[in-house]
């Protein structure tokens, strides 16, 4: 059974940890005695029984309402698993939230339509990193109908209001949908409401199904791999990888960037078996007809004729999450490369997507900025590569924030 990632965003109080434990309950996913000890947390918080408290593991979450940290749930539907990840709202946990939300390709944004709520600047900022971040499918859960009788208007007001915006930011028409619910009542998660005639296009499970990113193994271009170490025993020289573009087979003549070394491939494994060839999504381990005479951990192994161009000087979108010093560097596929300098070209807002000039930017802004690196490195627009159009910045061992090529 494949396992589809799925990053839930939204701003605090708009109902994740809610949806998460109503879905569990509902997919068969939540034990007893797991709902149980939810229940017995109600009473002793003298509240109506909470499905949130399914999900929340810390005493803290529970009694401050507020998850802390990304957590994980699994539920299975219709012959799929969803890992669902509950990512941290509140503003002061944006770097949790990152984390959490890098792990996907699909989102589900919760917006609550209940009076005062609403779409927040915080609700435009998640959706901002996460479009930064590779999601491209975005399912927007209108969340708490119940509290506002399930007003069609309310909901068509929420949808409009958000689609300009999602446009302005990179996703497309076609990968993005909107489901009312209710996450407390568990209402159009699994089957559809009654209460909610007017809207006709599946429960919330069932748009997740149908819309999810079902990747295939074919040829997507040329061949990119991503060197994550080499193994020496018994005379061989393996190298360890996974398939991120392309395809790979035996006898190919291939190279190893950033030191630009020539290899031709002599043997395949994959899942423990010999291939002669492999495909994207493979993790492969390969051994050579040459010795490598390089740096293979990070490296990139490309086709011979189409390679990745070597830049020390990237021009990219960056997301500021931290604080910008002299111990500036970039973590790029596992590793470490320091920078000699950062120069900012323009500001972006978040939340506007409305871009001006350079001065003034501040934690939680979005910019443009030119990064010199202290050496060369194999890098492709993020709109072809993801993997190699991506960074994240630290500052000594500080997280910094997020950046994606342009090229």
Known sequence: MKVYPITLLGHKDHGKSTLIGSLL?????ATQARIKEAEEY???????FEPAFILDSFAEERTGEMTIDTTRAEIAYKGAAFVLIDVPGHEELIKNMISGASYGETAILLVSAKEGEGIRPQTKRHLYIARMLGIDTL???VNKMDLIHYDKEKFDEIRNGLLKFIEKIGFKDSKVHFVPISAYRGENLVKNSKNI????????LDVIYSSIKKVEKTNH???RIIAQGSIVGDGKNVVVGRVINGSIKIGEKVCFLPSSVDAIVKDMVVKGKKVKMAWIGDNVAMTFKNKIKAEVRGSVISSYENRPSLEDVIIARIFVAGKFGKGLQIKFNGVDIKCKGIKFLRRIDPTTGESSDAKGIKLLDAADAEVTLIKKIPIEDYNMTKELGRFVLYNGNEFSGIGIIEK
Request: charged letters at 30%; hydrophobic letters at 35%; proline letters at 4%.
């Open 221 to 223: 271009g040329p061949l």
């Open 25 to 29: 309950m509902q997919t068969g996913a």
């Open 197 to 204: 005639k007017w809207y006709d296009k599946g429960s919330l």
């Open 42 to 48: 109600s009473r002793r918080l003298k509240k109506d």
């Open 139 to 141: 399912i927007v859960a």
